[in-house]
C-alpha cells in the first residue's frame, strides 16, 4: 500500500515537496534512483544522497540543510564550524534553523553533549509561553537520545510532559526533531499528544510526520485523506523497511 502512495505519486511528476520528504526518500534506494532525474538542485541532490552539494549554498540556511545531508550521509563536519552555526542560528530564533544546528554541533562535540546534560540535571521546568522554544527544549532535542536515558523515570515523565507542545512546532515545519528521541522519552505523555494533534487543522505533511512518530511509538493514527500527509507517512514504513 505505501508503495502504490509513492509510485502513484511518481506518476503525477512528483519529485519531493520539502526537505523532510528528500530525507525519507533517501532511505529509499529505488525512490533515490527514480528521483535522480528529476531533481536538479544541489543541496535536494545532497539531501537524497545523490550529491556532495559541496560546491553550493551560501545562506545560514543552506549551510545547515548540507550539514544534515551530510550527516545523514555518516559526515558529521567539524566541531568549530557546527558551533559556529549553531550560534547563528540560535541568533535567528528560528526553530528550523535552530534545533538541527544543535543536534550537528552536538553531535560533533562532547562538550555541547556535557552542557546539555549539566542543564538537564537541575530538574526545574521554566515557564514556556505557547509555541515558543526554550534553550533547555532545543538541548533535549539535540542531545536527549544520549542524555535522557539517564535520567530519573520520575524527572523524565515531567520533563516529557512540558516537552511535547514542541511536537505540534516540530510538526507543523516538518523538522523530524523528536525522530531520534522518541524512544527515550515517556509513550503516554507523547501519545496524548500526538492524539490531541491529529483532531487539529494541520499544515500539509503535519498529520502524517504526527502518524509516523504514532507509529514508532505503537499506536495506529490515521494521517487523513491528504496527499501529503500519506506520502510522509508512506516514505516513513517504506525506508523502515530498508533498514
Known amino acids: 500500500m505505501e508503495e502504490a502512495v509513492i509510485r502513484t505519486a511518481l506518476e503525477a511528476g512528483w519529485k519531493t515537496n520539502n526537505d523532510a520528504e528528500r530525507r525519507l526518500a533517501r532511505r529509499i534506494p ?55 552555526l549553531e550560534e547563528q542560528a540560535q541568533a535567528t530564533e528560528d526553530p528550523a534553523l535552530w534545533i538541527p544546528a544543535a543536534r550537528l554541533h552536538a553531535r560533533a562535540n562532547v562538550g555541547r553533549e556535557a552542557s546539555a546534560r549539566m542543564a538537564l540535571s537541575d530538574q526545574t521546568l521554566p515557564y514556556v509561553f ?4 526554550h534553550p533547555l527544549m532545543v538541548d533535549v532535542l539535540a542531545c536527549g537520545d544520549r542524555v535522557l536515558p539517564a535520567l530519573h523515570v520520575d524527572w523524565l515523565r515531567k520533563l516529557t510532559g512540558w516537552l511535547v507542545p514542541a511536537m505540534a512546532i516540530d510538526c507543523g515545519c516538518l523538522g523530524m526533531w523528536f525522530w531520534p528521541i522518541l524512544t527515550v522519552l515517556d509513550a503516554k505523555k507523547l501519545n496524548r499528544e500526538l492524539q490531541s494533534m491529529s483532531k487539529k487543522a494541520q499544515p500539509p505533511g503535519a498529520r502524517g510526520l504526527a502518524a509516523v512518530y504514532a507509529a514508532q511509538l505503537g499506536l495506529a493514527l490515521d494521517p487523513g485523506p491528504d496527499a501529503a500527509d500519506r506520502r510522509v507517512l508512506a516514505l516513513a514504513v517504506l525506508g523502515n523497511s530498508q533498514d
Open 30 to 84: 529505488w525512490l533515490v534512483d527514480a528521483l535522480d532525474s528529476r531533481v536538479t538542485d544541489g543541496i535536494e541532490r545532497a539531501l537524497l544522497g545523490l550529491d556532495d552539494g559541496a560546491k553550493v549554498g551560501d545562506s545560514l540556511a543552506d549551510r545547515i540543510r548540507l550539514a544534515v545531508a551530510n550527516s545523514d550521509g555518516g559526515e558529521w563536519g567539524e566541531a568549530v564550524t557546527l558551533s559556529e
Open 130 to 133: 505557547p509555541g515558543d522554544l
